[in-house]
């Protein structure tokens, strides 16, 4: 029987609802069976990042000519930098039966709705907006520029909710993971996803 294909799971929301905090908190648990796709990026390194773990860093250049090779699933400029998601780490993956989880911004997610619809998307929504100016501010690490700007995206993001089949409010890191596992649980066991492996089996492929 061949091996079912892994499912893709889109992580997106708005900047500064925490995206990172919840996918970091999702694989230091111990039984987290999908695998991170490490995304590209232009920007510079911050403090404490390490090259090839939470991002691989390039220049501007390489990351242009990886966008003309194709060498990327979808690739989206973000307060003035490129961010992008390496292809065939997550191709392969896929067709090794393994589940890819993307955490990204919204440009990308949609993307990605458009090449790969039967992706799992799950929109992680901010309790409300005027908490996720506190915690931009509170990160301490950007300007009131960036901050100003990444509140005009956050407002347009959050429009975007209907573009997802979930939407996961980030109350409390701890709750957010568990819903997110949840989702994907129930997902693998959709009739659509079953119904395929089904008939896929019957036909002794
Ligand atoms: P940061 O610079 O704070 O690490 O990330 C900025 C934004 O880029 C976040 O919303 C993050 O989710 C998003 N991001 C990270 N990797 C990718 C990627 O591969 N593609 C896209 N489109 N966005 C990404």
Redesign the pocket.
Known sequence: MRKERGLLIVL?GP?GVG??TVRKELFSQPNTNYEY?I???T?QP?EGEVDGVD?FFKSREAFEALIEEGGLL???E??G?Y???PLTYVNETLDAGRDVF????V???AQIREKAPDALFIFLAPPSISELRDRLVGRGTETEEVIAKRIATANEEVEMMNLYDYVVENDEVQNACERINAIIMAEHCRRERVEKRYLSMLKGE
């Open positions: 997106s900047s995206k990172g796709s995304s590209m990026t920007r911050r991002y979808e690739h989206a973000f307060v930098n961010y992008g998601t993307l955490e990204i911004e440009q990308g997610a």
